[in-house]
């Protein structure tokens, strides 16, 4: 069985500049998280999906961050307008049913904004 | 304050020695699971626990949803388990997973 799987591996950006992070879950997953991991401190939760289904994006700074996953399997995270501040690794998660159920990270993508 | 603290930050361990990595919770907490991340960034699911205790293989796994805390233990450190090791606990009511910051293990040879 694959694992999560995302791309690219890294991303280095000057600021302002945009970039879009993919991510395939394990098959037959129903629920997508999307994670960002800062240096030196643990993951933290920015969007997750039930299906195609927007679950809980309360934690997305949504003037320059979007995600989306239109036919519930692959997702997509956008940064607009990049910042400094947004220099981390960004991961993806999957799992069945949404909760009670183990959790499956990619192996991230490590963005650098300059 | 945190909700879910870990402690130590970072421990450093000869090989073949054991250690106890443990996570409080300030939370109504109802599962937990252990991740280890390697040093090249992946994050490994380690265990999924509802209250009471798992093993496999040189680790074991306890929770205690009563006392909101769990520990992870390892026997017989191997230079392989160095990494940093998460716990993350999901809430009450949420299907979120809420993470700690890490122990950094060192296993030194």
């Known amino acids: 069985e694959a694992g999560v799987t995302q791309s690219p591996r890294y991303a280095v950006l000057q600021e302002g500049q945009a970039v879009s992070f993919w991510c395939d879950p394990i098959s037959g997953h129903d629920t997508l998280y999307w994670y960002q991991q800062p240096r030196d401190q643990g993951p933290q939760l920015l969007v997750y999906f039930r299906d195609e289904a927007v679950i809980d994006n309360s934690q997305l700074p949504s003037d320059r961050f979007s995600a989306v996953r239109p036919k519930g399997t692959n997702s997509t995270l956008k940064i607009q307008s990049a910042k400094q501040g947004d220099t981390a690794t960004y991961l993806c998660a999957s799992s069945r049913t949404g909760g009670y159920e183990r959790l499956f990270f990619g192996h991230g993508t490590k963005l650098s904004v300059l | 304050g945190d909700k879910v603290k870990q402690s130590p930050s970072a421990l450093s361990l000869q090989e073949g020695t054991n250690s106890a990595l443990r996570c409080n919770f300030s939370?109504?907490?109802?599962?937990v699971q252990w991740f280890l991340q390697n040093p090249r960034g992946s994050l490994m699911n380690l265990f999924y626990l509802v209250p009471g205790t798992k093993e496999n293989g040189r680790l074991k796994s306890a929770f205690d949803s009563k006392e909101s805390y769990s520990t992870l233990h390892i026997r017989d450190a191997q230079l392989e388990d160095s990494g940093t090791y998460f716990c993350a606990a999901e809430a009450f009511g949420s299907w979120q997973l809420i993470f700690g910051s890490g122990t950094q293990l060192t296993v030194m040879p």
């Open positions: 939370i109504a907490a109802t599962t």
